[in-house]
């Protein structure tokens, strides 16, 4: 029997697809904001509330994912949270209203919101140590590959079936993986890693801390009252939050940001990189549309520019990956890639309206992004295979990630639609929004450059 009809081989596509999944649902509702705003009727708060509550529950989902697969097993989680994430995008393609929409994202962030954390830790618990760097590259194709044509699929089907397709194409990927780990996960109970989780009052409270101050930044402009009258309240709930957290860690045997945690300069590093990296990628993703459609560019157009830049990051990481000891030279990769990102937003802020193919130039360049800066970043973060993978510092970079991607989107969202009111075109809204983002990259190549804990 050949290892690919093997159980054991089996599981390399399921991995791929576990982290695919998650990863395809990021870009599409990104790239589809805008169509799915219209859509829904939503204002710029509103949709930034729906992506802040979909934060929320991602938290929750990956801080009690070890509790869950402790208690009912591998298999039995992985079938419950992707039929629940099948469940939630096609809830989501049926609301009618904000509520409704909202309540939909939440459990879609319960079903899918620990998908990559579970690809990382299959490589670990079900393939034997020899094998779980090829389960790694596996997780790397899925990150890359799945996601290729998610804004090309997603500009076709919404321009044909309208927003509500954004969501059908997830429930049947994520259908997809269902049936991948009805197949291909072993039957037997293997449980997660045994050492105690943390406690449902510390996971709840620090998500509450992490809305809470989503909601300053929205400025309740999604509520329909005096926002001045609620100013006190969410700043109380976040210091509320905070306090509760760190009460629950004090009493939880193994605390998820002990105070000498803080003191280890790698751990703060690493989530710091993480939480810039995915703040930048996926404002990108968020504003790239726009900017298509301020240069008068078709749905489709806009797609293809997008599937561009998602196939030119596939192909840095094959660069990467023929590279004799790409391991050794993470920092300069990374460098690469950041000032590759920001050299391309400059452009995006400045050129001229025509030619319009002059922006698949730097859409090129940013692709280099991608890959030069989450692969670097998770070989450091993988580099010891037979680790926990509940510690502090890997979950953390998960969580870090899901806030810093919320926050892209409000922070974009709210500061485009401030332009518009005061005359700016789209177009100029956009690019100076581009500007912003070379700055933040500037900022993030300084920081890698700093620091020495990366090699």
């Not at 926002?227 to 760190?246: I, S, Y």
């Not at 840095?316 to 000891?325: C, G, I, P, R, T």
């Not at 790409?326 to 030619?355: D, I, N, Q, R, S």
């Not at 401030?418 to 990259?441: D, H, P, Y």
């Amino acid at each position: 029997m050949s290892e690919n009809s093997s159980p054991r081989g089996r599981l390399y596509p399921l991995i791929l697809l576990c982290a695919g999944v998650e990863f395809f649902g990021v870009q599409a509702y990104a790239f589809g904001a805008h169509v799915l705003s219209a859509g829904l009727g939503l204002t710029p708060a509103e949709f930034a509330l729906a992506s802040t509550v979909y934060t929320f529950a991602c938290i929750v989902a990956i801080f009690k994912h070890q509790w869950v697969t402790g208690r009912f097993g591998y298999r039995r989680y992985l079938l419950v949270s992707t039929a629940v994430y099948v469940g939630a995008s096609i809830a989501c393609a049926a609301s009618t209203q904000l509520l409704v929409f909202c309540v939909a994202r939440f459990l879609q962030g319960l079903g899918g919101g620990g998908l990559f954390l579970s690809s990382r830790l299959m490589c670990n618990l079900f393939l034997p140590p020899e094998k779980r760097l090829a389960g790694i590259m596996w997780m790397s194709h899925g990150i890359l590959l799945v996601p290729v044509f998610a804004p090309l699929s997603t500009a076709g089907l919404t321009e044909f079936f309208g927003w509500r397709a954004l969501f059908w194409q997830m429930a049947l990927l994520g259908a997809l993986l269902w049936l991948a780990v009805w197949r291909g996960l072993p039957r037997e109970a293997v449980a997660a890693d045994r050492d105690a989780s943390h406690s449902p009052a510390a996971a709840l409270s620090f998500a509450v801390a992490i809305v809470a101050l989503e909601m300053l930044l929205q400025g309740f402009r999604w509520l329909d009252v005096n926002a001045h009258e609620l100013l006190f309240l969410f700043p109380l709930l976040a210091v509320l939050g905070l306090t509760f957290f760190f009460l629950g860690e004090r009493r939880n045997p193994q605390p998820w940001l002990d105070p000498r945690v803080l003191n280890d300069r790698p751990f703060v590093v690493g989530g710091l990189l993480s939480f810039m990296f995915y703040l930048v990628i996926v404002e990108f993703q968020y504003a790239a549309p726009l900017l298509g459609r301020g240069l008068g560019m078709s749905w489709w157009a806009v797609g293809g520019l997008l599937t561009l830049f998602n196939l030119s990051a596939y192909a840095s990481y094959w660069l990467f990956q023929k590279q004799s000891d790409p391991a050794g030279k993470l920092k300069g990769w990374m460098m690469g890639g950041v000032a590759a990102m920001g050299g391309g937003c400059l452009l995006l802020a400045f050129l001229p309206p025509e030619p319009r193919w002059l922006y698949a130039l730097p859409i090129v360049l940013q692709s280099c992004f991608a890959a030069f800066v989450i692969i670097p970043l998770s070989i450091k973060m993988f580099r010891n295979m037979a680790g926990s993978f509940y510690s502090h510092g890997y979950r953390t970079r998960l969580i870090m990630g899901k806030v810093a991607a919320s926050l892209a989107i409000s922070v974009a969202a709210l500061a485009i639609d401030k332009r518009l009111s005061v005359g700016m075109t789209l177009l100029e809204a956009t690019q100076r929004q581009f500007l912003w983002l070379a700055l933040i990259s500037a900022l993030f190549l300084w920081m890698i450059e700093r620091q020495k804990t990366i090699e």
